[in-house]
């Protein structure tokens, strides 16, 4: 048990360097993990079990009867992050079309998982969170090609019900499998309440060497490109988070909802968004995706550090 403690207290307090230790071990040696590379949404929904373990029911009903919060963020995700993603992408690769069309795409798919993760770490509202990405999938068959097709003039067919039925079994069914068991179990939910932040950080880990592995040679093929894009995906990434963050607290929203739309706003699904670049574009496309997944999941460690190292102060309220 003291093991468990000291291990959890490491990656707690180092998940920006775990992060990116694991995704330069994944990248160098990416064969030692084929057998975890199909395996992605497996782990999604372990942490959305996790999740729905930790998670009330109150604060799911919160989220239903006063959704304006979840507008908010919604807004805030396809305004700001798509509008700096253009810029960015036009101002980077005006003369490379085929990474500007993956800045775009990557900057034009729904909410990314680790939004959610990252919020429940932070000890933000997790209920909104997983409202905004809902309704982001929900959306996002007909804003995503509409996007694309106006910014890089090519359409990108979006499946609307595959999108939805994997939003239903990797986010859904695992959620409120938690939430029974929390109904059914409730002693024994609470006594495994305390490590669920953990093992939703180490299943985090698990999806960090399967993308990234898979991903390699890709990455390989296009070394020379990798630093200009790199710096493209560190602004694709932290401007929105920012004023992700700071709108809201000039509204003075809670504390909670600020730390998810912040979230929200910053982070995509670049997992499907490399998909959809490989599929509909090519493997150079592809790239920008898998590096925003690398960067998005190590700004958004930090930033969930930050606060969650603010959360134990009981004067940090909604304009703190």
């Known amino acids: 048990m003291r093991f468990f403690s000291v291990l959890a207290a490491s990656i707690s307090r180092f998940l920006p360097i775990w992060i990116l230790s694991l995704s330069l071990l994944a990248f160098l040696i990416p064969n030692v ?9 497996i782990w999604l929904g372990a942490i959305f079990l996790f999740m729905g373990m930790s ?10 009867k006063k959704p304006k919060h979840a507008f908010v963020g919604i807004g805030l995700k396809w ?3 798509v509008g700096v993603t253009v810029i960015i992408a036009f101002t980077f690769f005006a003369t490379n079309p085929e990474v500007a069309s993956g800045i775009i795409l990557a900057g034009t798919v729904p909410s990314g998982t680790s939004a959610n993760v990252y919020t429940f770490i932070a000890g933000g509202e997790v209920a909104l969170s997983i ?11 007909i804003l995503t090609p509409s996007l694309v097709q106006a910014s890089v003039g090519k359409v990108v067919p979006v ?4 999108l939805f039925m994997n939003i239903i079994w990797v986010v859904f069914v695992p959620l409120f499998m938690g939430l029974f068991l929390q109904w059914k179990f409730p002693k024994r ?34 070394m ?3 630093p200009l894009i790199l710096v493209a995906v560190i602004l694709q990434v932290s401007i929105p ?13 809670p504390r909670a909802n600020m730390i998810a739309i912040t979230f929200h706003t910053g982070i995509c699904n670049t997992a499907l968004s490399a998909t959809l670049a490989m599929e509909h574009f090519s493997s150079l496309a592809a790239v920008p995706a898998v590096l925003n997944m690398i960067v998005n999941l190590t700004i958004g460690a930090i930033v969930a550090k930050l606060f969650e190292k603010r959360r134990e102060q009981p004067n940090v309220g909604a304009t703190s």
Do not use: C, H, W
């Not at 006594?191 to 890709?218: E, M, N, R, W």
């Not at 988070?241 to 929203?253: D, E, H, N, T």
């Open 189 to 222: 939910v609470a006594t495994f309440k305390p490590y669920t932040g953990i093992l939703s950080q180490l299943a985090l880990f698990i999806i960090v060497l399967s993308v990234v592995s898979k991903a390699q040679p890709v990455l390989l093929d296009n």
């Open 241 to 253: 988070m920012f004023i992700g963050y700071y709108i809201p607290r000039l509204f003075k929203l």
């Open 55 to 64: 998670l009330s029911t109150e604060q799911i009903m919160g989220v239903i």
């Open 159 to 162: 499946d609307f019900m595959a």
């Open 79 to 81: 305004t700001i992050m």
């Open 33 to 41: 993990f084929g057998s975890i590379q199909n395996s992605t949404e």
């Open 224 to 226: 020379t490109l990798l």
């Open 131 to 141: 409202t905004m990405a809902t309704l982001d999938t929900v959306i996002s068959p």
